[in-house]
């Protein structure tokens, strides 16, 4: 699943305590799911969240530089969600929600990487 990484503003990160809303917004509701993740040394607070109009769930990562790791695909569920979080963290360890970007290695003939 593709993901893109921005640097956020203190006062935009979607997180439960940050996030700020305007009186037309629609309500912002998170999941049970949301928690302080840590391992390798490292620490992420994962956040799973939709908006009250919506039925689907996005998937944000921030890391310890504030630091935003988005998904670009909303999932079914919050369950689906976290569990794409824990399976990019097995895949890639923590250092997927770095910010200095990774070089992946070149495919063998015939595979594509994920980017």
């Known amino acids: 699943m593709a993901r893109f990484r921005y640097k956020a503003h203190p006062t935009l990160v979607t997180s439960r305590t940050k996030a700020t809303r305007l009186e037309n917004d629609p309500e912002i509701i998170f999941s049970p799911s949301c928690t302080k993740f840590q391992k390798d040394g490292r620490t992420v607070e994962v956040s799973i969240f939709r908006v009250e109009t919506e039925t689907t769930w996005h998937l944000e990562v921030i890391n310890e530089m504030n630091t935003s790791t988005v998904w670009d695909d909303p999932f079914e569920t ?26 992946k290695k070149p495919c063998r003939k015939g595979r594509r990487t994920s980017p």
């Not at 569990?83 to 923590?94: R, S």
């Open 78 to 103: 919050d369950i689906d969600a976290y569990a794409g979080f824990l399976a990019t963290v097995e895949e890639e360890g923590m250092g997927a929600f770095e910010d200095v970007p990774r070089v």
